[in-house]
C-alpha cells in the first residue's frame, strides 16, 4: 500500500516506474495505491495525468493487480493497511507523515528513501521497517520487504504510547 496525495513531491511517478520493474521481474504483487487529490492542482506542482499515465504504463494483467484508488475514509482505509504487507512513501520529503504511524500501529513494515528530510523515519527501525538508498533501486528494497513481512516485529506498546492520538 502507498497512501499519498497526487503532488509531484511524493515521486509517484519514481513509484510506477519502480512497480513497474517489480512487475518485469515476474513479481504478482497486489499493489494499492490511495491517492487523495485537491482542488488547486496544476501540472507544474501535481502528477494530474495520472490515471492514463496508470492505463498507458501497465498491462491489463498488472492492472488486475496494481489498484489505482481515490477517496477514502479512514475507517475504509485502516482495512485496507491491515490487508497489507507493506507500505511505502517515496517523498524525498515529509513532516511527519501520518501514514507511516498509521502504518506502524497496524504491523505493517514500512518502506522509505533511507535520506528522506523530516521526521518521517523517526519512529523506523531495522525492526519495522527497509530504507532503499537509490530510488533506481527502490523495487529491489519493496521485493525484500514483502518476500519477508513475516520476519519484522513491532513493539506496538511503544509505538502505541508514541503514536496513538490519545496518548498525545
Given at each position: 500500500?502507498?497512501?499519498?496525495?497526487?503532488?509531484?513531491?511524493?515521486?509517484?511517478?519514481?513509484?510506477?516506474?519502480?512497480?513497474?520493474?517489480?512487475?518485469?521481474?515476474?513479481?504478482?504483487?497486489?499493489i494499492l495505491l490511495?491517492?487523495?487529490?485537491?482542488?488547486?492542482?496544476?501540472?507544474?506542482?501535481?502528477?494530474?495525468?495520472?490515471?492514463?499515465?496508470?492505463?498507458?504504463?501497465?498491462?491489463?494483467?498488472?492492472?488486475?493487480?496494481?489498484?489505482?484508488?481515490?477517496?477514502?475514509?479512514?475507517?475504509?482505509?485502516?482495512?485496507?493497511?491491515?490487508?497489507?504487507?507493506?507500505?511505502?512513501?517515496?517523498?524525498?520529503?515529509?513532516?511527519?507523515?501520518?501514514?507511516?504511524?498509521?502504518?506502524?500501529?497496524?504491523?505493517?513494515?514500512?518502506?522509505?528513501?533511507?535520506y528522506q528530510k523530516?521526521?518521517?523515519?523517526?519512529?523506523?527501525?531495522?525492526?519495522?521497517?527497509?530504507?532503499?538508498?537509490?530510488?533506481?533501486?527502490?523495487?529491489?528494497?519493496?521485493?525484500?520487504?514483502?518476500?519477508?513481512?513475516?520476519?519484522?516485529?513491532?513493539?506496538?506498546?511503544?509505538?502505541?504510547?508514541?503514536?496513538?492520538?490519545?496518548?498525545?
Amino acid at each position: 500500500i502507498n497512501v499519498s496525495r497526487n503532488g509531484n513531491v511524493k515521486k509517484l511517478q519514481t513509484f510506477f516506474r519502480e512497480v513497474k520493474k517489480i512487475y518485469d521481474q515476474g513479481y504478482k504483487y497486489k499493489i494499492l495505491l490511495v491517492c487523495a487529490s485537491r482542488l488547486e492542482e496544476t501540472k507544474e506542482d501535481h502528477f494530474i495525468n495520472i490515471a492514463d499515465t496508470y492505463y498507458e504504463m501497465f498491462s491489463k494483467e498488472e492492472q488486475e493487480l496494481f489498484t489505482l484508488m481515490k477517496g477514502l475514509s479512514k475507517k475504509q482505509l485502516s482495512f485496507f493497511y491491515q490487508s497489507s504487507k507493506v507500505m511505502t512513501l517515496f517523498s524525498e520529503m515529509e513532516g511527519f507523515p501520518g501514514v507511516i504511524p498509521e502504518a506502524l500501529l497496524t504491523g505493517v513494515p514500512v518502506v522509505i528513501w533511507k535520506y528522506q528530510k523530516g521526521s518521517g523515519g523517526d519512529y523506523l527501525n531495522e525492526s519495522n521497517s527497509k530504507l532503499f538508498e537509490s530510488y533506481e533501486d527502490a523495487h529491489k528494497t519493496l521485493i525484500d520487504a514483502v518476500e519477508n513481512h513475516d520476519k519484522f516485529k513491532f513493539d506496538l506498546q511503544d509505538l502505541q504510547q508514541n503514536l496513538n492520538e490519545d496518548q498525545s
